[in-house]
């Protein structure tokens, strides 16, 4: 793992409460879609007993000119920070790190079970996957509370369009009454999984998102049959 400085190139809103940050990729800096990298403000305006470093995922794809994280704007110092500093400001990246990739073996599909801003390595993976014409099946089952909540949502429904072996299943939790939303509503669940997948016992499985979701996630493929070898697991350390 090495040591970069990089810059801060810009920032944008991307749904409620979510943001992106760009950073100039630094020369020589490679990474697979799906990747993390701790990110450390130098001499940041504010800081707090958390510290001045966090881990976020790289939302970009490699073949992506910039590098991307998006986070969930809490009122952290660090977020603040890095919600506030000047463009151009000097930031140290280390990684990338973390081996949460797409498989190799492309004759068993992947599933992918995101939780709220556990989408951020599937949308780089998928990006990466369209961009490449990989020949996987993938599904990705996105649940998060509302449709404005959802980071990426409209672009991973292009996504869609775009590849014939990606398919989006997105559940929202509480959108009961919003006859607005045609998709999937309530928790991921086993029923839900096996009325998308065909076939559950042969794909590989990734979840990511929150670590109770996670685990939750992950037991219940397991009490579905899956077997754990089939399942790799991202958790969002930092999230209740
Ligand atoms: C491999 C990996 C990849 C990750 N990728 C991403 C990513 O792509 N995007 C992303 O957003 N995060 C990602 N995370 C999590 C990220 O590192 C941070 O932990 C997270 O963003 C929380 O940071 P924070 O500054 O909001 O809270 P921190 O200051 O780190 O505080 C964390 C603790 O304080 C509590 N807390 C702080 N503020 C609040 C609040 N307002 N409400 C409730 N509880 C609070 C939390 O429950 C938690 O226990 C990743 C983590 C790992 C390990």
């Known amino acids: 793992m090495a040591d970069y400085k990089t810059s801060l190139t810009g920032r944008e809103e991307v749904c ?28 940041p305006p504010e800081t707090d007993e958390e510290g001045n470093t966090r881990t976020y995922t790289l939302s970009s794809a490699p073949f992506e000119e910039k590098l991307t994280i998006t986070t969930r704007m809490r009122a952290t110092a660090f977020k603040r920070s890095l919600k506030t500093v000047a463009l151009g400001t000097e930031i140290e990246l280390e990684g990338p790190s973390g081996s949460f990739r797409l498989h190799k073996d492309a004759s068993k599909p992947a599933v992918f079970l995101a939780g709220g801003i556990g989408v951020t390595p ?3 993976i998928t990006k990466q996957a369209t961009k490449d014409k990989q020949p996987h099946t993938i599904y990705l089952f996105y649940s998060d ?34 006859p607005s939303w045609q998709g999937e509503t309530g928790h991921i669940n086993i029923e839900m999984l096996k009325k998308h997948v065909p076939d559950p016992s042969t794909p590989i499985y990734y979840i ?27 958790e969002f350390e930092g999230y209740d």
């Open 122 to 124: 599937f949308y780089s």
């Open 16 to 43: 409620f409460a979510t943001m992106s940050f760009n950073f100039e990729k630094p020369e020589g800096f490679q990474y697979k879609a799906g990747q993390h990298v701790d990110i450390t403000l130098i001499n």
């Open 208 to 234: 990511a998102g929150p670590p109770r979701m996670v685990e939750a996630m992950q037991k219940m493929l397991v009490d579905g049959g899956i077997d754990e070898d089939n399942i790799r697991t991202e």
């Open 145 to 178: 509370q509302k449709p404005e909540d959802a980071a990426f949502l409209k672009d991973l429904q292009n996504l869609e369009k775009e590849n014939r072996n990606f398919k989006l299943i997105a559940t929202m939790t509480r959108v009961k009454k919003d």
